[in-house]
């Protein structure tokens, strides 16, 4: 690759970059204000009584019940031991 080639496409990857850094900053940066300006945004503090604590809650509520393959890993563990293999570093343990 010639020079003059070299720096133009190092111009242009440097404002594709740019412009990706800039659209993420100013993305959070807008609906991080739009959260906040909206009412009951916050969180309001109950005072509980130790009594209430105690006593089994009355009417709807929702329980979940998670249920796993016996040979389920987690995507997170697929992808790491994928970039351990690649980086030399040990792979998976079984």
Known sequence: MRPDQATAWYR???????LGAWSLLGSLFFFGRKKSGQP???VEQKDVSTNEMLE???G???ETI???REDFVPVTDRILNYLKSWTGG????S
């Open 12 to 18: 242009r990857m440097s404002a594709v970059y740019a």
């Open 40 to 42: 009951g945004g916050e």
């Open 56 to 58: 089994p809650r009355k």
């Open 60 to 62: 709807f509520y929702v």
């Open 66 to 68: 998670v249920t796993y």
């Open 90 to 93: 040990p792979g998976p343990e």
